[in-house]
Every structure is written in C-alpha cells, then in structure tokens.
T-cell receptor, first 115, second 112 residues
Framework: GAVVSQHPSWVICKSGTSVKIECRSL??????MFWYRQFPKQSLMLMAT?????????EQGVEKDKFLINHASLTLSTLTVTSAHPEDSSFYIC???????????FGNGTRLTVT | GEDVEQSLFLSVREGDSSVINCTYT??????LYWYKQEPGAGLQLLTY?????DMKQDQRLTVLLNKKDKHLSLRIADTQTGDSAIYFC????????????FGQGTTLQVKP
C-alpha cells in the first residue's frame, strides 16, 4: 500500500489565491521530504528539500516566497503555493524516505489548475 | 553536470519482453532507480540497484547495470497491458538526498 500520502489529489483555484498541499509519511518518520514539479509530458524537477524543524532548502530558480514549505512534524510536510497564477498550474509530487540508504517513495501527486 | 537519457517510446506486444534503456553521465552515482507512472498518478517505485551491483531480479523485472558504459536497463518479462505507463530512470549521487536526477521517461505501449 501507499507509504506516502498526498492531499488533495487535484485542486482548481482562482488566480491570486493560495493553495496548500499536504504530504504525509504513513508508516515511518521522515525528517526529510522532497517536493517535485512535473510539467505535462516532462520529467520531474526537484523544487525543494523540506527539513523537519528547520527551513527548507530550495533549488536554484525556485521562489521560496512563492512556494512556502513547512515541515512541522516527522510525518507531515506542506507546500503552499501563494498568490497562484496560471503558470503555476502543474503536477506537484512529494517524496520521502524513512532512513538513510532506503529508496524514496512518492505520493500520488496533486494536479493544480489555476484559472 | 549530471544527465540521464532515455528513449522516449517503446511499443511491444502483450506477452513479449520489454527492455527500457537508460544512460547516465555521472560516474559517482550511488543508487539507480526505476519508477513507473500511470496517467495522472504519482510515481511508483519499481526497483532500484546499488552502484556496486551488476544485476537485480524481482519477479518479472530484471535490472542490468553496466558501470563501464554507464548504462542501465529494465527488462519486463511477459509484458501485460497493465504495464503500459511511463517509466522513469533516476540516479542519486548520495544515499541521503532526494535530489534524484530523472530521465525524460519512456512511454511503454503494450498492444494486445
């Protein structure tokens, strides 16, 4: 069964509003979670690394004020897309690993459409 | 920099074997992964291999790693229509990071 749960699976919002996406590890604790973005028919690009109890680490070119990440517990990370615009429409996927040397498991993704 | 390349499309008949190929550039890769993505869904981890291994088999899946040529392949035996999906090859340079470098994905089409 799924070891990483992501919610919601899809969301439609109006331009200018904010959207929060949750990523939960179901049967393990994850001090680190990762957020990816996937454009249609393209591969995944790492956006940021979410660290429990500390600030997220963002990849080059990713606006940290636009994509707010909070990792408040060992099983939950949230990504908030602030003041969303149509160009933010994409598929957002989170992943987590329970321990060092163990493979990453991905959530089912969130399809965001900004109108 | 790091780069992972895959062919974009593969079509096979049901019951045949499928072989999806991947090449990577960074010789310091420690882990190499195969993920499956069905339409509108997230990524499902299929299998992974450590860089010090040459082969790994798991039921219908066989992964071969040629470190000299930096070539990774995924063989699916007795391919079924349910195997139709996009398959991503990915590498990571460290066991402690989620910075996977993904290939472009190979769309596998299985014809009945």
């Amino acid at each position: 069964g799924a070891v990483v749960s992501q919610h919601p699976s899809w969301v439609i919002c109006k331009s200018g509003t904010s959207v929060k996406i949750e990523c939960r590890s179901l049967d393990f604790q994850a001090t680190t979670m990762f957020w990816y973005r996937q454009f249609p028919k393209q591969s995944l690009m790492l956006m940021a690394t979410s660290n429990e109890g500390s600030k997220a680490t963002y990849e080059q070119g990713v606006e940290k004020d636009k994509f707010l990440i909070n990792h408040a517990s060992l099983t939950l990370s949230t990504l908030t897309v602030t003041s969303a615009h149509p160009e933010d429409s994409s598929f957002y996927i989170c992943s987590a690993s329970g321990q060092n040397n163990s493979p990453l498991h991905f959530g089912n993704g969130t399809r965001l459409t900004v109108t | 920099g790091e780069d992972v390349e895959q062919s974009l499309f593969l079509s096979v008949r049901e019951g045949d074997s499928s072989v999806i190929n991947c090449t990577y550039t960074d010789s310091s890769s420690t882990y190499l992964y195969w993920y499956k993505q069905e339409p509108g869904a997230g990524l499902q981890l299929l299998t992974y291999i450590f860089s010090n291994m040459d082969m790994k088999q798991d039921q219908r899946l066989t992964v071969l790693l040629n470190k000299k040529d930096k070539h990774l392949s995924l063989r699916i035996a007795d391919t079924q229509t349910g195997d139709s999906a996009i398959y991503f090859c990915a590498e990571t340079l460290s066991s402690n990071t989620g910075k996977l470098i993904f290939g472009q994905g190979t769309t596998l089409q299985v014809k009945p």
